[in-house]
């Protein structure tokens, strides 16, 4: 991958907050819903998560800084060495010196240190050999995907859907306990590699709600009720992640009385669901003639509700 600081177009020495900025612009620009038939568009914002997710990395952006590893988050050429056509010794990054073994040179790597360590035949096991054991050829990159997930799909585990940087799309089931930060693997959904494919790592996003919020696997909602329903009591229409149930109101209820639905919540990694934390706000009607004048004649206008508190 190109180098990840030019991918989102910021100076080396970017701050988090500068980083942030160019990936939410590159990626709202370059999002696969909005580019649906424009599949160099889909590649460019994978180049632009990846970017993203090693520059945001604090230990991966120093050591790309340090050139241990590329804009793949791979390891750099061991001791220097690189495989450039031609062979030969040649200056490397920072003023030091790297040797380049291309497919012409005789001796090559095996040669140049197979006399350090005794001699010997080539295709030996190792250094007693007097030459390096064959490695294994190496895997396809890893492929990083951001995938943003509403906080009701999030809880019921609804599939979702996601592009790959091929253009291809696949159907996910997401995890119980899924969070924002929560990683699924998707093997041989990488780069392709000598070694085979590398794998699609995504991360999940979840999404807040406009009236739901998340507390642990438990969801919370803040449920605007009528004085008559406050008073009197009775069963008024509550919205859930997986749709609207009947929720009954005790008589005399006050605002701030929280009310359990039972198994409304999220799914647990462990099993089970949380619940749905009902919490009832009072919402009384402003310029009400008649209630004014209830109250005014009401004979427990004059109670005290903070006695309790010594005031």
């Not at 241990?68 to 061991?78: F, K, L, M, T, V």
């Not at 056509?85 to 790597?109: E, I, K, N, Y």
């Amino acid at each position: 991958m190109a180098d990840p600081y030019a991918t989102l177009g910021v100076a080396r020495d970017a701050s988090e907050a500068d980083i942030k900025k160019a990936y939410r612009t590159l990626a709202k620009e370059l999002h696969p819903d909005r580019n649906k038939d424009n599949p160099k568009a889909a590649e460019r914002f994978s180049q632009v998560t990846q970017a993203y997710d090693l520059l945001t990395d604090k230990d991966k952006r120093a050591r790309f800084d340090r050139g241990e590893i590329d804009g793949d988050g791979n390891p750099s050429a061991p001791f220097g060495f690189g495989g450039g056509p031609g062979g030969g010794f040649r200056p490397g990054a920072g003023g030091r010196s790297q040797f380049d073994f291309g497919d012409g040179d005789a001796g090559g790597f095996e040669d140049l240190f197979g006399g350090l360590f005794g001699g010997g035949q080539r295709g030996g096991g190792g250094f007693g050999g007097g030459s390096f054991g064959r490695r294994q050829a190496p895997k396809g990159a890893n492929v990083p995907y951001r995938l943003s997930v509403s906080l009701t799909d999030a809880a019921t585990l609804s599939p979702q859907r996601i592009m790959l940087r091929d253009g291809k799309t696949i159907d996910l089931k997401l995890p119980a306990g899924v969070e924002s930060g929560t990683q699924m693997r998707l093997a041989g959904k990488g780069d392709p590699g000598a070694g085979g494919p590398g794998d699609a790592i995504v991360t999940i996003e979840v999404q807040p709600h406009r009236f739901f919020t998340r507390d642990g696997d438990d969801i919370r909602l803040d449920l605007p009720i009528s004085l008559a329903e406050a008073v009197l009591g009775g069963e008024v229409r509550v919205p859930t992640v997986e749709g609207a149930v009947m929720l009954k109101v005790p008589r005399g209820s006050t605002s701030g009385k929280v009310l359990r639905l039972k198994g409304r919540g999220f799914h647990k990694k462990g099993g089970g669901r949380g619940d749905q934390l009902v919490t009832l706000m009072v919402d009384l009607p402003v310029g009400d003639d008649a209630l004014v004048e209830f109250v005014q004649g009401w004979p427990g206008r004059d109670q005290d509700p903070r006695s309790k508190l010594g005031l």
